[in-house]
């Protein structure tokens, strides 16, 4: 009966309602999953001399990191990086994004640098060429140089041991 | 005589410009628009935009640079595609439907005018 | 001790709107007069203890108790006693209790204004206003409790209210939004009082119009003032932005427009009850809708309360519960209402039947559009956004045949074929709106697009033609005084759509806006203004330090106006906040913004040229007003 009608449509958008309360509407998923990592070419932080490309991320699995001395997550989240870099031997390489070089040396120097590489990002344009909007972000990149993975937002173990950890492995075993 | 911060010689180019960074969301502050936004990444896209529409890109080429990096979570105007279709065509839908009811009810009830 | 007597109060509140179902319901089925009667004495009770618990909150406010969560996160005691007080619904908890509060504030009146219903009705009346006002107190103690307290360590000092919300709007906008909001719960009860009883020759119709008047009247100003303040608050000139808590303020205002006058049909002609009835029980679902939507966290909003899940999932089985119910109701009872009274193709009914098609139809894409990116993320996992471009491509073509309906309905009489009639009295009001659409704005304007031909088209036709209806009205009855307070009331609310949908049109096709980089003595040319940044200097206020620009606005050499736009930081949240400095006129608005100051010296600012902005709050105005003298007209009636 055509009555019926108004309280099916309602119901079918209760539905979708409810499924609706699982999803976080501000979570932006990476667009560059599955594409090559954009190319570059910029100096590093330790060394304003020498250049890097996206060719450092040929033949190994890495783990880029961006981060900023302004962004306060990024600080708290260093020490988690400390931790990480070395008991995984990661080869974690960082963009310094939009910063100022001094502040940046000054500030590796003072609380240790968990980074094998730190490229140095001054205009951000290679944040932007990787889809970067909140940091700090953590890509993972696999051997061919493919991005496979982003977070947004500070490292907690919980998510490192249940998400990151298991595709760098995998992708060390070469999937 | 204070200056335009980006400055066109073009109208075309500047209604480019103003219609193309309206239409895009900003990823950071996500109720602006990249026009309104004042975050670093707002502004960087802007700029990369003027640059694009000052070098004659299209509004379509100028959309793909930044949904290739940012998905199309950051269109304002939703694509017409398979699965948006009922997005588009539904309201016209329910009109149709709802007008079709009326109809019949007409049909019966109808007094004639002439 | 007066938090713990507000929540208190909040408790014995919840039995007795308990009480007030359970009670009155078990004399409905026993047909016990006496336990009918019940239901005044039990929701006055209610609302008293509730205007004691706000109280109580109120008083923990304006005494800086820091000692209550709630008055720490939004309050601090540098704030200026008017915001302390609005800080009240400045955040979830409070605003709620705001919303029970002003509940209890329509139920009070119903239940002392409306003695002269049939007692079964009116019972029933209060019962469903019981349940409602449950479910809420439920949901406000069981997850969203304002009298939490930090004790022993509460803070010396409270966070701070949002500076955004430091400013008359907030004082203003909720409470008048909310009026609208759970006015709608009156007809809405009425309906549902209607379905059960199954009596269809009550006149449930004319009984509901005065207070679906009122909520819309209420919703209309609280919708206004929330556009209004946008546009000078947030520095970009914008005043409608199809942000999803807009659009579920928006959404409920569409349809009431259409059941005011369904509710015509349905008082005057015996018609279309069952379409009233539906409309009554969805405009309260979307109320309900909108309360979930704001407060659950499903969508991105800049109005979006700090979400919890617990809150989303009992709004939302509360919002099942309701609708659905009332839904199922109707689903069972509706065909009691049909009938079939025969109606001219060409004809009044036939005009509003199709207008509020086309209102409803245009309310559901804006559900659709607000809901989709929702849907999409839970059936693909992918993000999607959906924004202007879409609300403006689909509402704005639906509106169109309203707009070129509206004259026909009052100048049309009920149960006549009015085909002659268009012809006959419209023919040269639409020809003379057509040539003044394009007329006028050549006299500014170099341009005249067809948006702007179409736009202002349709406003003058509406104009136009509701004067034609009022000079043949006033010939009648010899002057304006004879007109009766509903007809008055159409009057102002017709053409106050009118005068919106110009403002609209002209502010969206001719506004010009400017970004520039201005450094002192420097000046720029906007429209046939000429700017000049005069002067900066450094200022305090109470909870912010900052920087005051000062700015002449000149006009083919004469001085009209001295702009100081401002640049805020407060200091105890360190936010950066633009105030915008405006010079309105009937005409256009000289809108200034102040951006940043730049490293090569000056400062970033907006300057935009917005000619008509103000009749767009104007016409809803107007609108509220006509809202108003038609409630007035039809009270106890």
Redesign the interface.
């Known amino acids: ?1 055509r ?2 009608l ?2 099916c449509l ?2 079918a ?2 539905g ?8 976080n ?5 990476s667009a560059l999953v599955g594409h090559p990592a954009p190319h570059f070419a910029l100096a590093t932080v330790e060394d304003p001399h020498r250049f890097v490309t996206e060719q450092i991320f040929m033949g190994k699995v890495t783990v880029l990191n961006i981060w900023a001395t302004w962004c306060v997550s990024c600080k708290a989240e260093h020490a988690v990086w400390m931790d990480l870099a070395i008991k995984y031997n990661l080869f974690l390489v960082g963009v310094n994004y939009h910063d100022d070089l001094k502040m940046a040396q000054q500030w590796l120097k003072a609380v240790g640098n968990p980074y094998v590489i730190c490229i140095f990002d001054e205009a951000g344009k290679l944040g932007l060429d990787y889809g970067v909007y909140g940091t700090p972000e953590t890509f993972i990149i696999d051997k061919a140089g493919v991005i496979r993975y982003r977070h947004v937002g500070s490292i907690d173990t919980q998510h490192w041991h249940s998400t990151l950890l298991p595709l760098i492995a995998s992708l060390e075993n070469g999937v | ?6 400055p066109f010689s073009d109208p075309k180019q500047r209604d480019l410009f ?1 219609k193309v960074i309206h ?1 895009l ?1 900003c990823s950071v502050c ?4 990249l ?2 936004s ?1 975050a670093p990444l707002a502004v960087d896209l802007r700029n990369e935009i003027y640059q694009k529409v000052k070098s004659d890109y299209s509004e379509s080429e100028i959309v793909e640079f930044v949904t290739h990096r940012y ?8 694509p017409l595609q398979w ?2 279709a ?3 065509f ?2 016209v839908l ?2 149709a439907i ?2 079709f009811l ?1 109809g019949k009810y ?1 049909k ?4 004639a ?1 002439f | 001790m007066m938090p713990e007597l507000g929540l208190f109060s909040l408790i014995l509140a919840l039995c007795l709107a308990g009480l007030q179902w359970f009670l009155p319901g078990l004399g409905l089925l026993k047909h016990n007069t006496f336990w009918m009667q019940s239901a005044r004495p039990i929701a006055l009770g209610q609302s008293f203890f509730i205007s004691v618990s706000f109280l109580c909150l109120l008083y923990a406010f304006v005494q800086d108790d820091f000692s209550v969560s709630y008055v720490a996160h939004h309050s601090n005691a540098s704030l200026p006693l008017v915001y302390k007080i609005s800080a009240l619904w400045g955040g979830h908890e409070g605003s709620l209790l705001l919303w029970i509060f002003l509940l209890s504030g329509w139920t009070t009146t119903v239940s002392l204004t409306q003695r002269h219903l049939p007692r079964p009705f009116l019972t029933r009346v209060l019962i469903v206003l019981g349940m409602i006002s449950f479910g809420f107190l439920l949901f406000l103690l069981a997850t969203s409790n304002p009298f939490v307290r930090l004790l022993p360590n509460y803070p010396v000092d409270g966070r701070d209210l949002n500076p955004l919300l430091q400013d008359f709007g907030l004082i203003i906008h909720p409470p008048l939004l909310y009026m609208g909001y759970v006015g709608f719960a009156i007809p809405f009860a009425f309906a549902i009082s209607t379905l059960w009883g199954g009596d269809r020759s009550l006149p449930f119709a004319k009984w509901m119009r005065s207070w679906t008047l009122l909520a819309f009247s209420f919703l209309t100003i609280g919708i206004a003032l929330g556009s209004w303040w946008a546009y000078y608050e ?3 000139g ?1 005043w409608w ?1 199809w ?1 999803p808590v807009e659009n579920a303020s928006f959404m409920p205002w569409i349809v009431a427009i259409a059941l005011i006058h369904t509710l015509m049909l349905s008082d005057k002609r015996q018609i279309f009850h ?1 379409w009233t009835l ?1 409309l009554a ?2 405009v309260f ?1 979307l109320s309900l809708l909108g309360t ?1 939507l704001v407060r ?7 109005h979006a309360f700090a979400n919890d ?1 617990k809150r ?2 009992f709004l ?1 089985e509360f ?2 519960v309701v ?2 119910a009332a ?2 109701l ?3 009872r ?2 009691k209402f049909t009938n ?7 004809s009044r009914e ?1 005009a509003i ?2 207008s509020t ?2 209102l ?3 309310g ?2 804006i559900l ?2 607000t ?8 059936l ?1 996992n ?9 609300f403006n491509a ?1 509402f704005i073509p ?1 509106m169109i045949p309203v707009l070129l309906l509206m004259p026909l309905g009052p100048l049309s009489q009920w149960g006549h ?1 009015v ?1 002659g009639l268009v012809f006959k009295k419209l023919t040269w009001t639409l020809i003379f709106a057509l040539f003044l659409a394009v007329g006028l704005p050549l006299l500014f304007a170099e341009t005249v697009p067809l948006g702007v031909v179409t736009g202002l088209g349709l406003g003058l036709w509406v104009i136009l033609g509701t004067l034609k209806w009022l000079f043949d009205k006033i010939q009648i009855k010899g002057s304006v005084m004879g007109l009766s307070k509903g007809a008055l009331g159409m009057f102002f609310a017709h053409t106050g759509i009118a005068v919106l949908v110009i403002g609209v049109t002209l502010v969206s096709y001719y506004q010009i ?7 002192l003595h ?3 040319d906007i429209s046939n203004y000429k700017i000049i ?1 005069e002067d900066l200097k450094p200022i305090e206020g109470a909870n912010y330090i900052g920087s005051q620009g000062h700015f002449l606005v000149f006009k083919q050499g004469k001085r009209e106006a001295d702009l100081f736009p401002e640049k805020r930081i407060f200091v105890v949240q360190g936010l950066r906040m633009t105030e915008t400095a405006i010079d309105p006129g009937f005409f256009r608005d000289i809108y200034i913004s102040l ?2 100051p730049l490293k090569e010296g000056g400062w ?1 600012a907006r300057i935009y040229y917005k000619p008509f902005v103000r009749w767009i709050w104007l016409g809803a105005l107007m609108m509220a007003l006509g809202g108003f003298f038609s409630a007035w007209g039809r009270w106890l009636k």
């Not at chain 1, 979708?16 to 999803?23: A, E, N, R, S, T």
């Not at chain 2, 998905?71 to 939703?78: I, T």
């Not at chain 3, 809901?371 to 839970?378: K, N, S, Y």
């Open positions: 009966m009555y019926l108004p309280l309602f119901l958008l209760g979708f309602l409810w499924k609706g309360l699982d999803v509407p501000k979570e932006i998923p | 005589m204070a200056h335009d911060i980006y103003t239409e969301r996500q109720n602006q628009n026009s309104d004042m998905g199309a979570f950051v269109l304002y105007n939703p699965n948006t009922f997005l588009w539904g309201p329910i009109l709802g007008l009326f007409l019966k009830n109808k007094l005018a | 947030l520095g970009w914008g932005f942000d069952g539906l029980i969805v679902a979930f659950s966290g499903v969508l991105t909003s800049v899940p989303g999932i939302l919002l099942l609708v659905g839904l199922t109707y689903s069972f509706a065909k079939n009274t025969k109606i001219y193709l060409i036939t039947v199709i098609i086309f409803v139809v245009s559901a894409a659709l559009g809901l989709f990116p929702l849907v999409f993320d839970a693909t992918q993000k999607l956004s959906v924004g202007f471009p879409y689909v639906f074929n085909l806006e400017r970004e520039v980089a201005i450094t420097q000046s720029l940044f951006g940043e970033s």
